[in-house]
């Protein structure tokens, strides 16, 4: 199973951005979990948004109510849209699922986003 990212690049502050997550394989709804963390220069990867077969989508008080976590299941993909975008969301943004809620076993290679003020 490979995880595919793409929908980064450069944004100005206040703007927005797509990222997607690709799945390969049949094996998509096996992913009970999917999320997207992200890592800045200097910082400590940090996970921004999940979304999950239980409980919906869950994001950190650092992105609520600007960043939107979506699954299509009949695409294969996970979504990210990241609005009111600001200096600080400048970072690395993986993709992740987890099949068994235990560690996020399923990583995609990482897009960059960075936000100009």
């Known amino acids: 199973v490979q995880l595919q990212a793409s929908g980064g690049g450069l944004a100005q502050a206040g703007g927005s951005l797509k990222l997607s997550c690709a799945a390969s394989?049949?094996?998509?709804?096996?992913?009970?979990?999917m999320g997207w963390f992200r890592q800045a220069p200097g910082k400590q990867r940090e996970l921004v948004a999940k979304?999950?077969?239980?409980?919906?989508?869950s994001y950190a008080d650092s992105v609520k109510g600007r960043f939107t976590i979506s699954r299509d299941n009949g695409k294969n993909t996970v979504s990210l849209l990241l609005s009111s975008l600001m200096p600080e969301d400048t970072a690395v943004y993986y993709c992740?699922?987890?099949?068994?809620?235990?560690?996020?076993?399923?990583w995609g290679q990482g897009t960059l986003v960075t936000v100009s003020s």
């Open positions: 992740v699922a987890s099949k068994n809620r235990v560690r996020w076993a399923y």
């Open positions: 394989g049949n094996t998509f709804r096996d992913f009970v979990d």
């Open positions: 979304i999950t077969s239980s409980s919906g989508p």
